[in-house]
T-cell receptor, first 116, second 113 residues
């Protein structure tokens, strides 16, 4: 079974629309971290955020916000007022205490297309 | 601060040739990871090192692949002999302590003809 599921393969929006990228994870560990990475068309992987399993507070950073809900095992990512530069593939990832947080389980990614 | 540095950015070579990919982790980071990214399999962890020692190489596809970390600032991933199915983007990542995020290099796009 997939440890991290990103059910949305590809999403297209028009600039200034809000968009939410879904991430559902599966773990038996009580201590774990969740991450989001961005991969723009140039190919590099850029770290966006890390969240530990004990901190369910939502986080906002500019136009980006993250909603962590343990009850539904979800860690969703919302971009408000999307811009063309947000076009990228976004990966959600999980690391567990069981493996000393060294094994990252990546989702298959969601490709976001923001059109002008 | 310099990020993770990988070289070369692109490599095109013929089947059967030896390929060496290089990585310089972020200074002070104790962990180094090698990943492979393909459309079919996504991001796969190949091997990781802690303080220059290989800890888990269970993701290395076969004996044609080898990785070394002779010192804290340099690692190589070698494929010998290379095959067309090895074509992929190879990423190196490093992190400071256990619970820190991994920071990735820009990747090496490898094409084996």
């Amino acid at each position: 079974a997939q440890k991290v599921t990103q059910a949305q393969t590809e999403i297209s929006v028009v600039e200034k629309e809000d968009v939410t990228l879904d991430c559902v994870y599966e773990t038996r560990d009580t201590t774990y971290y969740l991450f989001w990475y961005k991969q723009p068309p140039s190919g590099e992987l850029v770290f966006l955020i890390r969240r530990n399993s004990f901190d369910e507070q939502n986080e906002i950073s500019g136009r980006y916000s993250w909603n962590f809900q343990k009850s539904t095992s979800s860690f969703n990512f919302t971009i408000t007022a999307s811009q063309v530069v947000d076009s990228a593939v976004y990966f959600c990832a999980l690391s567990e205490a069981l493996y000393n947080f060294n094994k990252f389980y990546f989702g298959s990614g969601t490709k976001l297309n923001v059109k002008p | 601060d310099a990020g993770v540095i990988q070289s070369p950015r692109h490599e095109v070579t013929e089947m059967g040739q030896e390929v060496t990919l290089r990585c310089k982790p972020i200074s002070g980071h104790d962990y180094l990871f090698w990943y492979r990214q393909t459309m079919m399999r996504g991001l796969e962890l190949l091997i990781y090192f802690n303080n220059n020692v290989p800890i888990d190489d269970s993701g290395m596809p076969e004996d044609r692949f080898s990785a070394k970390m002779p010192n804290a600032s340099f690692s190589t991933l070698k494929i010998q002999p290379s095959e067309p199915r090895d074509s992929a983007v190879y990423f190196c990542a490093s992190k400071g302590t256990n619970d820190q995020p991994q920071h990735f290099g820009d990747g090496t796009r490898l094409s084996i003809l």
